[in-house]
């Protein structure tokens, strides 16, 4: 296991997931802005932990296996909180949930069959929109006018449609490893 500077940036996420968890319930409005900015700090560090890796060459397996990880602990939790405090539709959070999931174990599975699945332009597109997301409907006050929780729900319409979509892109790349049996 190598601690590259980008490999302790990406552990710094995961520990930021307990910390938001419990700013999640600090009396309103302290929760609002301090799950958001830790969410900010931590979906920052999600595109900071990989620009480092690559100009620094520091890129490693284990921080590839690490990277996801983070990430999807991070955004189930958030959205998780999000639907337990009444901020974000059901419906949606379970279908980016379970696309994860599926996702996930399909990495895992093409990985036993020693096939790398490289993440998709429509998969990053779909965590950066998920990101603004979360932290739209974190916030879930208007700021200067603008109504943060109204563009946190379109922008979760749009990351749950961007999820199924890179979902299925990944599902259709699979498909002749599937016929391989």
């Given at each position: 296991?190598?601690?590259?500077?980008?490999?302790?940036?990406t552990?710094l996420?995961?520990?930021?997931?307990?910390?938001?968890?419990?700013?999640?319930?600090l009396p309103?409005?302290?929760?609002?802005?301090s799950?958001?900015?830790i969410?900010a700090?931590?979906?920052?560090?999600d595109w900071f932990?990989?620009?480092?890796?690559?100009?620094?060459?520091?890129?490693?397996?284990?921080?590839?296996?690490?990277?996801?990880?983070?990430d999807?602990?991070?955004?189930?939790?958030?959205?998780?909180?999000l639907?337990?405090?009444?901020?974000?539709?059901?419906?949606?959070?379970?279908?980016i949930?379970s696309?994860?999931?599926?996702?996930?174990?399909?990495?895992?599975?093409?990985?036993?069959?020693?096939v790398?699945?490289?993440?998709?332009?429509?998969?990053?597109?779909?965590?950066?929109?998920?990101?603004?997301?979360?932290?739209?409907?974190?916030?879930?006050?208007?700021?200067?006018?603008?109504?943060?929780h109204?563009?946190?729900?379109?922008?979760?319409?749009?990351?749950?449609?961007l999820?199924?979509?890179?979902?299925?892109?990944?599902i259709?790349?699979?498909?002749?490893?599937?016929?391989?049996?």
């Amino acid at each position: 296991m190598n601690w590259t500077l980008s490999n302790r940036i990406t552990a710094l996420r995961i520990v930021f997931v307990p910390l938001f968890v419990i700013a999640f319930f600090l009396p309103e409005p302290v929760s609002y802005y301090s799950t958001a900015i830790i969410f900010a700090i931590a979906g920052w560090s999600d595109w900071f932990d990989g620009y480092l890796a690559r100009t620094r060459n520091e890129v490693t397996s284990f921080g590839r296996f690490l990277d996801p990880v983070a990430d999807k602990l991070l955004v189930t939790t958030a959205l998780i909180l999000l639907v337990q405090g009444g901020y974000a539709n059901v419906v949606l959070v379970v279908i980016i949930v379970s696309r994860e999931v599926i996702v996930s174990a399909l990495r895992e599975w093409m990985a036993e069959r020693n096939v790398i699945v490289h993440v998709s332009q429509m998969g990053k597109w779909k965590t950066v929109v998920q990101m603004c997301a979360i932290e739209g409907l974190l916030i879930h006050v208007d700021v200067y006018g603008f109504p943060m929780h109204e563009a946190g729900t379109v922008l979760l319409w749009l990351a749950t449609a961007l999820s199924v979509w890179s979902g299925y892109e990944y599902i259709r790349g699979a498909i002749p490893e599937f016929k391989k049996g």
